[in-house]
């Protein structure tokens, strides 16, 4: 094991540098000082990731992309040679984010340096970044990433300026190592891009169209993770049940969770997002069935009114989207579900404000992302009139976090008495502090007498509960 820095948190965690150099093209059989062709020996990179898990894990695969070119990452963007950003466009404020990165750098003072942009604010913004910050050399959307090799190459022969940004493929981003940033839980990608249209959304945008992966090659890769010591993983799309294996075996998506989970070494499978449309009983069944599939599911409901939901473009109503959570709620195991919502979408009345309220009563959500709704280029909603004042989105906003905020401490307060296994993934500075993940996902924050028990499953006895986080002691 090594100790290495995730950039973005800038805290170390551990990695797994046998599995990690075993994989690595330029590391294979090659003696460590011969220079390989095609590899950038002895330049040094530093990645930030803004954004969601699916940048996250993008971010690893580049990471391995260039760990496999002979590049050696570092934790600071002024030791580095090529500096990476690896960027959100989904609200405004994300993505203004990135240009402030990149006007701390001038042109001509950082000779030397090479600067990418990569990502949705790449696809969004495409070369018109080259403008706005001409000391950028690099500019690739997620589409793209298959490309990254060729683009590198070009950029270490010397072009100064090389993009990635054609949206329309049916490849999905595999490489031949990730260089993963947690220790004991692994992402994976299945599917690629979205195909639906939410009407505020810049995700089919700068993401491209839906690529599923094929069925066997997910099931290796989960192989390899559980074989390097892995014991949970987490399926990622932007509609992870929307999967379609493009494989002869034709897999659905329950199906090849239960697969998955059946992987000798794997003892938990997370998946995330799910779309409401195609979250069927199936999954649910799968859930009930499999002890290893986690018992939670994050649905995405994004209003409580379907009128609202029409001109989103959701492709379900209240009712609808209400009978998938009666699904959930009827699993033989309690199964908890959280969600995101967006308040202030144009022409939201107060009517429709309040028939959200009503829904997060309906739906007893364990948790909810809930954002402000963020005007996005390219997007139909850009195009509806009747916007919602900022300061109205604001108070909507204030009065649903509240309403939640006292959903989950009565939720959670009745978990109190219960003992719940956890993974260990957390050390408190503290003596005899830990911090785990429940199954359902909940943060579990415990004290024990024993040592070394990150990445250890323990059993966690509930002593107290607030809105965000439990508290409990170690049986033992
Ligand atoms: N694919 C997922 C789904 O269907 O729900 C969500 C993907 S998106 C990265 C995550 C969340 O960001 C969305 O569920 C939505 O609540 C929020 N979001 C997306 N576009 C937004 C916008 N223009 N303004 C505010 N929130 C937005
Ligand atoms: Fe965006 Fe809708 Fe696709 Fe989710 S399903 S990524 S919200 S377009």
Redesign the pocket.
């Known amino acids: 094991m090594v100790r290495f820095v995730s950039a973005p948190m800038g805290h170390s965690i551990d990695v797994r540098l046998d599995a990690l150099t075993s994989a690595l093209p330029c590391a294979a059989g090659a003696p460590a000082t011969k220079t390989i062709a095609g590899c950038a020996s002895g330049q040094t990179f530093y990645i930030e990731t803004f954004g ?1 898990q699916m940048n996250v894990h993008d971010s690893e695969k580049v990471a391995g992309v260039l760990l496999g070119r002979g590049y050696r990452q570092v934790e600071t963007p002024e030791a580095a040679h090529l500096v990476l950003y690896n960027t959100c466009s ?2 405004e404020k994300a993505a203004q984010k990135v240009f402030s990165r990149l006007g701390q750098f001038k042109a001509g003072q950082d000779a030397g340096k090479l600067i990418g942009v990569l990502g949705c604010v790449a696809q969004q913004e495409g070369e018109q970044i080259f403008e706005r910050a001409p000391w950028v050399s690099l500019v690739c959307g997620s589409a793209s990433y298959r490309k990254l090799p060729e683009l590198l190459a070009e950029l270490e022969g010397g072009n100064r300026r090389v993009t990635g940004l054609e949206t329309d493929t049916d490849e999905t981003f595999e490489t031949e190592m990730t260089r993963r940033d947690h220790p004991f839980r692994a992402y994976l990608t299945i599917i690629e891009g ?1 195909d ?1 249209a ?1 009407a ?4 089919p945008f700068t993401r491209g169209p839906e690529r599923s992966r094929p069925s066997p090659s997910v099931l290796e890769e989960v192989r390899q993770l559980a074989d390097a010591g892995y014991s949970e993983v987490q399926l990622l799309g ?2 992870v049940n929307s999967y379609r294996d493009p494989s002869p075996r034709r897999m659905s998506f329950a199906e090849l969770l239960v697969a998955v989970a059946g992987v000798a070494g794997i003892r938990r499978v997370r998946f995330t ?1 799910s ?1 409401p449309r195609d979250f069927h009983a199936e999954i649910v069944e799968a859930i009930d069935a499999v002890p290893a599939l986690c018992d939670h599911v994050h649905l ?1 409901v ?1 209003s409580g009114s379907s009128r609202v939901l029409r001109a989103m473009q959701r492709t379900y109503t209240r009712e609808e989207y209400l009978e998938k959570i009666a699904l959930i709620r009827a699993a033989r195991r309690p199964v908890s579900v959280t969600t ?3 308040v202030g979408f144009p022409g939201e009345t107060e009517e429709d404000f309040e028939e959200t309220l009503s829904l997060l009563e309906l739906a007893q959500y364990d948790g909810a ?1 809930s ?6 280029p390219n ?1 139909p909603a850009l195009a509806l009139a009747d916007p919602i004042p900022e300061e109205e989105k604001g108070r909507r906003l204030a009065i649903l976090q509240e309403r939640q905020r006292q959903i989950q401490t009565a939720r959670n307060e009745t978990l109190i008495g219960q003992t719940f296994e956890v993974l260990v993934d957390g050390q408190s500075r503290k003596e005899g502090q830990w911090a785990g993940r429940t199954s359902s996902n909940r943060v579990l924050n415990f004290t024990s007498s024993r040592e070394n028990l990150l990445g250890n499953y323990v059993q966690v006895r509930v002593t107290r509960a607030g809105p965000n986080s439990l508290v409990g002691e170690h049986v033992i």
């Open positions: 969601c989904i609200r979205c639906k939410c505020y959304c810049v995700v932007q509609t997002t779309h995405p994004q995101d919502i967006i992302f954002f402000k709704f963020s005007p996005r997007t």
